[in-house]
């Protein structure tokens, strides 16, 4: 069984930065896929990035080039950085991961989930 607990939300403002991370316990971090999915008021909840065990990542077109996931192993914490950031990024962010990941956009792919950090970006 694998714990997540984010942190690092907050109020920034547009253009401004934030480092989410992603903290894992109870499981063989370095082997799982780590995935951030996001969920706006009102919204479906989408996915935002994820990092394979082996490092390889994939973002959505949204974030692409403004936002950074990456993982360190030895602290067990995933992060995600993000840059550049804008109004419509507001949301829930979430953390996900799984052992063996297929379709890595799909909520359904991922077995554990953490509880959300906000992030609020005013314009």
């Known amino acids: 069984q694998v714990q997540l607990v984010e942190s690092g939300g907050g109020l920034v403002q547009t253009g401004g930065s934030l480092r989410l991370s992603c903290a894992a316990s109870?499981?063989?971090?370095?082997?799982?896929?780590v995935g951030w999915f996001r969920q706006a008021p009102g919204k479906e909840r989408i996915f935002v990035a994820v990092?394979?065990?082996?490092?390889?990542?994939y973002y959505a077109d949204t974030v692409k080039g403004r936002f950074t996931i990456s993982r360190d192993n030895a602290k067990n914490t995933v992060y995600l950085q993000m840059n550049t950031l804008k109004p419509e990024d507001t949301a829930v962010y979430y953390c996900?991961?799984?052992?063996?990941?297929?379709?890595?956009?799909?909520?359904?792919?991922?077995?554990?989930w953490g509880q959300g950090t906000q992030v609020t970006v005013s314009s």
């Open positions: 109870g499981g063989a971090f370095g082997d799982y896929a």
């Open positions: 990092i394979y065990s082996n490092t390889n990542t």
């Open positions: 996900a991961a799984v052992a063996s990941l297929t379709y890595y956009w799909r909520e359904s792919s991922y077995t554990y």
